[in-house]
């Protein structure tokens, strides 16, 4: 099946730091997403990106479509101790149905105060 | 507007055991999803209903599992005989548009 490399596995920062992920694919997606999952709860869709070479914001928050449609990243500015939690990208790969969406195996974010 | 219900938030079985999950959908989202998230991983689709017909259901393991949408709302996946590997959150989505889905707090099962 369809795989999601994300990276980093894991990051330490500290309360107003700037935070980068990102997320690659051995194929073309033609819809990236990106979510955060607290812990006990579901993901929350944060930013969703549709188009190569897309920079979309959020708050804080700033995703990239990469040009070569099998990339993706994150931004977060400023971070502050609530941006904990893990972070997903996701996709829809080409010639799949809208729905069926491939999950990366995450980036957890944790802030020290 | 009330998210994605699911219950129970917890289940505890032992091996060769039967489980099943309920969830209840966001009202009018016609897409519902399983997924199955192991520990430190991403989740992964089981099966995704349109009303109550299925769409995908390619990475469900048939042999053990089965779910269904009878009248297009709420939703049971059912776990017989559970494997030690199954241990998991099983999360549920339900969307209206296919790209926005909303997650329900999901079941964490803990088979011994």
């Known amino acids: 099946g369809q795989q999601l490399n994300q990276s980093p596995q894991s990051m330490f920062i500290q309360e107003g730091e700037d935070v980068s992920m990102n997320c690659t694919s051995s194929?073309?997606?033609?819809?990236w997403l990106w979510y955060k999952q607290d812990p006990g709860e579901g993901p929350v869709l944060l930013i969703a990106?549709?188009?190569?070479?897309e920079l979309t914001s959020n708050g804080r928050l700033t995703a990239q479509f990469g040009i070569t449609r099998k990339d993706s990243f994150l931004n977060i500015s400023a971070s502050i101790p609530s941006d904990v939690g893990i972070y997903f990208c996701?996709?829809?790969?080409?010639?799949?149905?809208?729905?069926?969406?491939?999950f990366g195996d995450g980036t957890t974010l944790t802030v020290k105060p | 507007e009330a998210g994605v219900a699911q219950s129970p938030r917890y289940k505890i079985i032992e091996k060769r055991q039967s489980v099943a999950f309920w969830c209840n959908p966001i009202?009018?989202?016609?897409?519902l999803y399983w997924y199955q998230q192991i520990l430190g991983q991403g989740p992964k689709l089981l099966i995704q209903f349109q009303n109550n017909g299925v769409v995908d259901d390619s990475q469900l393991p048939k042999d053990r599992f089965s779910a269904e949408r009878l009248k297009g709302v709420d939703s049971t996946l059912k776990i017989q005989p559970a494997k030690l590997e199954d241990s998991a959150v099983y999360l549920c989505?339900?969307?209206?548009?296919?790209?926005?889905?909303?997650f329900g707090p999901g079941t964490r099962l803990t088979v011994l």
């Open positions: 009202s009018g989202h016609a897409t």
């Open positions: 996701a996709g829809h790969p080409l010639n799949t149905n809208a729905g069926k969406s491939t």
């Open positions: 194929s073309i997606f033609n819809t």
């Open positions: 989505a339900s969307s209206w548009v296919a790209d926005t889905q909303y």
């Open positions: 990106l549709y188009k190569a070479g």
